[in-house]
């Protein structure tokens, strides 16, 4: 088994959607682009993961919306040293068909006050879908570590509760603990590292924005 050294998760840089949310009455949700400041935070964040990553292969997955699909453009990594398969299971979580600004908003106030893992959404998904999915693709992942010739890095392009819900089924985070961070900013990274041990960690924590609140023994 080649296990990878690192796992790169990415969010997309700012979309249309995340600058304007009127923008879902007109455009469906997989299909909006990067806005210009989107595009530069890629293109920096690209920066840094050629620098990372250097001339070792990557094994890239992608989420199949059009603003991861332009994040992973806009990073312009070297042709011949990466694979790239787009993925499903790593898309956003979903929200219905055409969506109307206020009933998001509050849909979203609900979600807030029943919690966002629990929560589903009016013809979309909970929180526990996307775990769901997420786990499938992580045993997908797993193996492909099979393989002796598997690349030394995996970078994800992906969505900031899809990459929470990633650490959430990888390190074995509970509910209340996942409830309790943030998603990272437009652009941001998440790193997993292979330690000595044989056990990766993060390299840097998601923010919390509250205390989480145990119901047994699992805190």
Excluded at 4 to 21: K, M, Q, T, W, Y
Excluded at 141 to 162: A, D, I, K, W
Excluded at 169 to 177: D, I, N, Q
Aim: net charge neutral.
């Amino acid at each position: 088994m080649a296990r990878p050294r690192r796992i790169v998760l990415v969010r997309h840089g700012e979309s249309e959607g995340n600058a304007d949310d009127s923008v879902y009455e007109r455009k469906p949700d997989h299909a909006l682009s990067l806005t210009d400041r989107g595009w530069r935070q890629a293109e920096e964040t690209g920066s840094r993961l050629a620098t990372l990553f250097g001339h070792e292969r990557v094994s890239v997955y992608v989420s199949p919306y059009r603003r991861t699909h332009q994040t992973l453009h806009a990073f312009r990594l070297d042709s011949r040293l990466v694979r790239i398969r787009e993925e499903p299971r790593l898309r956003e979580q979903d929200w219905g068909n055409w969506q109307e600004r206020d009933a998001v908003r509050l849909q979203k106030a609900s979600r807030d006050a029943y919690g966002h893992f629990f929560y589903r959404l009016p013809q979309g998904e909970s929180g526990a879908d996307v775990y769901d999915r997420v786990g499938a693709f992580l045993e997908s992942l797993h193996r492909s570590f099979e393989s002796p010739e598997h690349p030394p890095n995996v970078l994800l392009v992906t969505h900031g509760l899809t990459m929470r819900l990633f650490c959430m089924r990888w390190f074995h985070w509970t509910v209340p603990e996942f409830e309790s961070l943030s998603n990272p900013g437009n652009g941001e990274t998440r790193t997993l590292l292979l330690g000595e041990d044989g056990r990766y960690a993060l390299d840097r924590p998601f923010e919390r924005w509250c205390t989480p609140e145990w119901y047994g023994v699992t805190g």
